[in-house]
């Protein structure tokens, strides 16, 4: 399917944009106004708090932090200095003329401890007609967490602040630069990126239009100690072998498809709704076939139930049935996410604080949640200042994540439905509901709800899929996800170009064409993933790889299931209503 080009006449001769979608408003910019400035004047600029420190046109063919540059562009870098210990180093790429311009800024987010500006995607905005910017979120590094200790400025800004800075900048130096504003505003993440975007929309909610979040990790205090959890529980011994083997993770994976890949009607090595998957894994332990050891029964059953206190206290939901082998049993360390915990919460090194030690799901789980919601948690259902300027978000998740669990995606969902219910109440009266919620409370509310929600907000879960893509199911979709070739970068097939559509044309999307790619880009399988809580179903004839024999069909209620768990996180996000975050 070939995207609909429009053509322009800067310097660069290329098409418009990312398909239909991109298409819109290219009239209102194209020839409209000239350069206030040129490029290299641009250091003359100054955006809040910061400081241009270089711009100059960029021709191709050229290489820019590892990403091939194919296209003319005006690369600016600046440095954003909110407080005394901030140094967020930023680039802003523009396209060098009005008429290679499609009027649109988008922002990237970044996922893990970022440290690094995402050159690939601004790369690939510079193409599609963006204003691009990212940055290095206010450290330089990777996954260590060593820039942590110390410097509590820091992780406010990769925390919470530095996209502000950069997308004032980007908005900026675009007025100055082509004589007249961006005409509307994006950002896109996933992980860590997704939790970004969520704190964009929430905390400074007249900044972009459309935003589109990938697996968010909002809850975030409560996810730093799931990943503890399954660390702790599957490599116990830093640095010896996980206790269950990805051969056997492999293992389970495959008995559970033989037990629910049917359970949406068709047989095709993936689970559409996994929540509805009822496997009795104890089937494969001691008392079973023998498959798993006592040990690796105990593992897997403390993956499925999620973070859970010494006292058996439930903190946090777990991983679906069929992600099994796409556990990650060292994603804890990689990650340095206990060291994290020493750093900012209790001010001390690794060792001494040693997290498998130290940890505990009870006591320490609290101090570091107070500690560190303040400046990471994105979990606040209340988007009216976002809605009220119009502003859209696409939301999408992998069922197969073991890394941000996806029922948090599915439970924000239900907090945004009942937000809606309650918004009007008293906080008294308010909060007495919280604690009433029940499964079936939470189902009548979405129902009444959902339309109202889907306004503003929808959710895509992608089946098979892991966590930012990757598993056995189609992935590609952009937006932090696997990005699509050039023919399916469309509002159908793309979530950043669907966003687009729907903030500049009001065509809210219906469906999302996910694509799985193989060798040469040859398409593997299509398949719509829709908007939750409607699944794609067979429609009983034609290839089950491609989309068009598939339709979105909402389940009927008593057809509905919540995980276990999943009533915690919706009182969490709603308890959490007035998390409104310091912003400077």
């Not at 069929?322 to 900012?344: K, V």
């Not at 008294?428 to 509901?433: C, G, P, R, S, T």
Request: charged residues 15%; proline residues 7%.
């Amino acid at each position: 399917m070939q995207r609909t080009k429009r053509s322009r006449s800067g310097s660069s001769g290329r098409p418009a944009g990312i398909g239909a979608a991109l298409a819109l408003g290219l009239a209102a910019t194209s020839g409209a106004a000239h350069a206030a400035l040129d490029c290299a004047s641009l250091t003359t600029v100054t955006p809040e708090a910061s400081t241009i420190t270089s711009a100059a046109i960029v021709t191709p063919p050229a290489t820019i932090g590892g990403a091939a540059v194919t296209v003319p562009l005006c690369r600016v870098q600046g440095v954003a200095r909110p407080t005394f210990d901030s140094e967020i180093k930023f680039e802003v790429w523009l396209p060098p003329t009005v008429d290679d311009w499609a009027g649109r800024m988008k922002v990237n987010g970044t996922g893990g401890y970022a440290g690094a500006t995402p050159y690939a995607r601004l790369a690939q905005d510079i193409i599609d007609g963006f204003v691009t910017a990212g940055s290095n979120m206010g450290h330089d590094g990777g996954e260590s967490a060593g820039w942590t200790l110390g410097h509590p400025e820091k992780v406010k800004d990769w925390g919470l602040r530095a996209h502000y800075f950069v997308a004032t900048a980007a908005k900026t130096l675009s007025k100055a630069f082509y004589g007249q504003p961006v005409s509307h505003s994006y950002f896109e993440g996933c992980s860590n990126g997704g939790r970004q975007a969520m704190m964009m929309a929430q905390n400074y909610p007249e900044l972009f239009d459309g935003i589109v979040s990938g697996a968010p990790s909002m809850f975030y205090p409560d996810l730093l100690f799931w990943l503890l959890w399954t660390g702790k529980n599957q490599t116990p011994v830093f640095g010896q072998p996980a206790v269950v083997s990805l051969a056997k993770r492999q293992l389970i994976t495959k008995r559970v498809l033989q037990t629910c890949d049917a359970i949406d009607g068709l047989v095709d090595g993936q689970i559409t709704n996994p929540r509805a998957c009822v496997f009795d894994i104890d089937s494969m332990g001691p008392a079973g076939d023998g498959t798993l050891t006592a040990a690796e029964l105990a593992v897997a059953k403390a993956m499925y139930a999620g973070t859970t206190s010494e006292t058996g206290q439930q903190r946090y939901t777990g991983a679906n049935f069929g992600s099994e082998a796409d556990w990650d049993p060292n994603f804890a360390d990689n990650g340095g996410y206990g060291p994290f915990i020493g750093h900012y919460v209790y001010s001390v090194l690794s060792p001494p604080f040693d997290w498998r030690r130290d940890i505990n799901f009870s006591t320490v789980y609290d101090q570091a949640k107070a500690a560190l919601s303040p400046v990471t948690a994105a979990p606040s259902p209340d988007l009216t200042a976002f809605t009220r300027h119009g502003g859209k978000l696409i939301q999408y998740h992998g069922l197969n994540d073991s890394v941000v669990p996806p029922d948090g995606s599915i439970a924000y969902l239900h907090a945004l439905t009942q937000f809606e219910k309650l918004r009007h109440l008293p906080k008294k009266a308010f909060d007495q509901q919280i604690e009433k919620l029940s499964p079936q409370v939470v189902i009548a509310t979405e129902q009444a709800f959902l339309k109202q929600v889907q306004q503003y907000h929808r959710l895509f879960m992608l089946p098979a899929v892991g966590h930012c893509g990757g598993s056995t199911g189609p992935s590609s979709i952009g937006g932090g996800a696997p990005e699509p070739p050039t023919a399916y970068r469309d509002a159908k097939h793309h979530v950043v170009s669907a966003v687009i559509a729907w903030v500049e044309g009001g065509v809210a999307p219906e469906k999302i064409v996910a694509t799985r790619f193989g060798a040469g880009g040859t398409v593997v399988r299509q398949r719509p993933v829709c908007p939750y809580p409607a699944q794609a179903t067979y429609d009983g004839s034609g290839d089950i790889n491609d989309a068009a024999n598939f339709s979105c069909v909402t389940p009927k209620l008593q057809d509905r299931t919540m995980a276990p768990g999943e009533i915690l996180l919706i009182q969490n996000s709603l308890r959490q209503r007035d998390l409104h975050l310091p912003n400077r």
